[in-house]
């Protein structure tokens, strides 16, 4: 009787924590966008172009619209050993704009009229910077 006094309080505490991870772990995912006209150094202020549950399906849309998979998947694999897209030999050099490019948390598309840059970011970051007010 009085091993099962102490087990309760455990198995309800290791409860909490679970519900507690899983909580923190589910957060929305939100693609920013912003363009920018040669030579691509004035960029628009970021907008907010959607959101998805998870990071990889908002990173799908970046493929989507700029052909550039997220670094480690499956398909950035297949492009690295076919040498195809951001790996492509013909698409190296310093002397040229890339057409494609992969940052941190995104990509960006380049073309002759204008530069296209989406990122995935957790709902809780603003790329704008913090708001203003407070004190």
């Not at 309080?9 to 909580?23: E, K, N, R, S, Y």
Request: proline share 7%; net charge positive.
């Amino acid at each position: 009787m009085r091993r099962h006094v102490w087990s309760l309080p455990l198995v309800t505490l290791c409860l909490l924590l679970a519900i507690a991870t899983t909580a923190h772990a589910e957060c929305a995912w939100v693609m920013w966008a912003r363009f920018a006209k040669p030579p691509y150094t004035e960029w628009t202020s970021w907008s907010s172009v959607h959101y998805w549950e998870t990071k990889s399906r908002c990173w799908r849309k970046i493929t989507d619209l700029t052909s550039v998979p997220e670094e480690g998947s499956l398909a950035d694999l297949v492009a690295w050993t076919f040498g195809r897209g951001l790996y492509d030999p013909k698409n190296q050099g310093l002397e040229k704009v890339p057409e494609r490019a992969r940052g941190l948390n995104g990509a960006t598309l380049y073309s002759r009229e204008r530069a296209f840059e989406y990122v995935c970011l957790p709902d809780t970051v603003d790329p704008r910077g913090p708001k203003g007010g407070g004190r």
